[in-house]
C-alpha cells in the first residue's frame, strides 16, 4: 500500500495551495461536492469517534471525510483501514518532532514554503474539497474584494534599495524600514465578511508567505503577482472563515484535520531526512551514518549476493562512418563501404582529443551490437557518423574498488533504513493502544508497514501559489 494512504490521496490538491475562485468551479471530479459528507459510515457505531490513540479520539466526522476522499482513488477501502492508517501517521509526526524537532526536520526547506504556511494550505485545500459548491457560492455572494489600486510609487520605491530584484537570495527578510513601509503598502481592501471586518492586505501580509522564488517575485517589482498572491490569501482567510461558521464541524473537528496535515509533514520531513527516500543529492545524516559504518565483510558479501549491479562495459569493437552531409552510406552493414574506419576502445584507454571524436566514441559505446546506426549529426552540426558495433565485452568493478565500495554501503545503508522504518512501524502501532469504537472492527487485514517511493518526495522549492490560474 502506498506511503500515507490514509492522508496522501485526502491531499491531493494540497500541494497546489487552496484553489483560486477561478478553478473551483471547473476543476470536475476533483472539487465535485462530496453526497453525504457528515452521515456515518458504519452505522453500527453510533460513537462521534472511531478510535482512541491512548486518550486522543480520532473523531468520527473527520475520519468519514477523509475515507471519501481517499475512496476517489481506492474505493474498497474501509474506515478502519484508514483509520489506522491515520494512527500511523499522527505516531510517527509525534515521534519526529520529539527525536529530531521541527529545526531539524525542516532545515532544508528555506527556500521552500514555511512548514506552518505549507500545512495551512494543505488543511485548507483538503478540507475545501467537502464542500467546494457551498464554499464558491458563498464566495460569490460575498464578493468580499473591493476596487482598490496600490500605490505604484510606494511600491517602486519599497524595492528601490534591492537593485533591480537582484540574484536569488537565500537570506529573503526585509530590513526594519522595508518592514515597516510594508505594513503600509495596501495591495487589496476587501469588506466584511461572515465574522470578520472590512479590512486591508498589505505586503506586510503576504511576506512571510512566500517561498524564496516568491520573494524574488516581490523583491523585482512584479506588482501583478503580488496582487494574485494578495487576491490568495483573502480567498484562504474566506475559507477559513467560512469552514469555522458555516461548516457544521465543530473547531475540534477542523483542527484535528490540521493535526493530521501537520503530522504527516513531520513523517514526510523525517523519510526525507533519514535518506529513505534515496536522493542522492539529499542531506540523510542517518543514512551517511549508517553507510559509514558498514563493514568490509558486509560489502564483499553485498557485491557476490548483486553482481550484476557492478557490471561495467571494458571493450568495444567496431566501425565508424563520417560524411559532410546526408545520404551516409548505404544500408545496415558498414562493413567494406568507402570512408569506414575501424574503432577500438579498451577500458583505461584515454579520452579522445577531438571533442567530436570524444562524441562519437560514446555513441559507440551506447550502440547495440548487430545493424549500424542511422545517420546521427554531430552536436555542433557539422557533420554526420554512423557507428556499428562489432563486438562488446563486459565485466565486473573490482570487488576492492571504490565504485563498489560506495554503491554497495549505500546500498546497505537504504536496506538497513527500509528495515529499520518498517520496524519502527510496527513498534509505534503495536504500543500506542489503539482502541476501536464500539460496533467498528479492526481491519481485516494485517498491518503492512509503508515504504515510501524512491524520489517521490520533493521540497517545496516549486512555486506553486502564483497567478490565480
Not at 94 to 114: C, K, N, P
Not at 370 to 399: E, F, K, L, N, Y
Request: aromatic share 6%.
Amino acid at each position: 500500500m502506498a506511503l500515507g494512504i490514509a492522508t496522501g490521496v485526502a491531499l491531493l490538491a494540497a500541494q497546489a495551495g487552496v484553489a483560486a475562485p477561478s478553478s473551483v468551479a471547473t476543476s470536475g471530479a476533483a472539487q465535485a461536492p462530496i453526497a453525504g459528507a457528515t452521515a456515518p459510515v458504519d452505522a453500527r457505531a453510533a460513537s462521534d469517534w472511531v478510535a482512541r490513540l491512548g486518550d486522543e479520539p480520532i473523531p468520527r466526522r473527520p475520519a468519514e471525510a477523509l475515507l471519501r476522499l481517499a475512496r476517489r482513488e481506492q474505493p474498497e477501502l474501509g474506515l478502519a483501514e484508514l483509520t489506522r492508517h491515520v494512527a500511523l501517521d499522527l505516531l510517527l509526526g509525534d515521534a519526529a518532532a520529539r527525536e529530531v524537532g521541527d529545526a531539524t526536520l525542516f532545515a532544508s526547506m528555506r527556500v521552500g514554503f514555511a512548514p506552518e504556511v505549507e500545512a495551512r494550505r494543505q488543511w485548507l485545500a483538503t478540507l475545501q474539497q467537502l464542500w467546494p459548491e457551498r464554499i464558491e457560492r458563498a464566495w460569490s455572494a460575498a464578493r468580499p474584494e473591493l476596487p482598490s489600486t496600490p500605490d505604484a510609487r510606494a511600491w517602486t520605491a519599497q524595492w528601490a534599495p534591492a537593485g533591480q530584484g537582484g540574484g536569488l537570495r537565500m537570506d529573503e527578510g526585509l530590513d526594519a524600514a522595508q518592514q515597516e513601509a510594508a505594513t503600509r503598502l495596501v495591495l487589496l481592501r476587501h469588506r466584511a465578511y461572515g465574522g470578520t471586518p472590512a479590512g486591508a492586505i498589505t505586503l506586510a501580509d503576504l511576506w512571510p508567505l512566500q517561498n524564496v522564488q516568491g520573494r524574488r517575485l516581490l523583491r523585482s517589482g512584479d506588482l501583478e503577482f503580488a496582487r494574485a498572491q494578495a487576491r490568495q490569501l483573502l480567498r484562504e482567510r474566506f475559507v477559513e472563515d467560512w469552514l469555522r461558521r458555516d461548516s457544521g464541524w465543530s473547531a475540534a473537528e477542523l483542527d484535528f484535520v490540521r493535526r493530521v496535515v501537520e503530522a504527516r509533514q513531520r513523517k514526510l520531513a523525517w523519510v526525507r531526512w533519514q535518506g529513505l527516500t534515496a536522493d542522492p543529492h539529499g542531506d540523510a545524516p542517518a543514512r551517511e551514518a549508517l553507510a559509514a559504518s558498514v563493514t568490509a565483510e558486509e560489502i564483499g558479501a553485498y557485491y557476490r549476493a548483486h553482481l550484476d549491479r557492478f557490471a561495467r562495459l571494458e571493450a568495444v569493437d567496431g566501425v565508424r562512418l563520417r560524411c559532410a552531409g546526408t545520404p551516409c552510406g548505404e544500408g545496415t552493414d558498414l562493413r567494406g563501404q568507402p570512408g569506414v574506419v575501424p574503432v577500438a576502445w579498451r577500458l583505461g584507454d584515454p579520452a579522445p582529443v577531438a571533442e567530436v571524436d570524444a562524441w562519437s566514441l560514446d555513441l559507440l559505446r551506447a550502440w547495440p551490437a548487430g545493424a549500424a546506426s542511422p545517420p546521427i549529426r554531430h552536436p555542433d552540426g557539422t557533420g554526420w557518423d554512423r557507428v556499428q558495433v562489432m563486438s562488446v565485452r563486459r565485466g565486473h568493478h573490482p570487488a576492492d574498488s571504490d565504485t563498489v565500495r560506495h554503491e554497495a554501503r549505500q546500498a546497505i545503508a537504504q536496506e538497513k533504513l527500509e528495515a529499520h522504518w518498517r520496524e519502527r512501524q510496527r513498534a509505534l502501532l503495536a504500543s500506542a493502544g489503539l482502541r476501536w469504537a464500539p460496533g467498528l472492527a479492526p481491519p481485516a487485514t494485517p498491518f503492512e508497514p509503508d515504504l515510501p517511493m524512491k524520489g517521490a518526495e520533493g521540497h517545496g522549492h516549486g512555486q506553486g501559489h502564483g497567478h490565480a490560474h
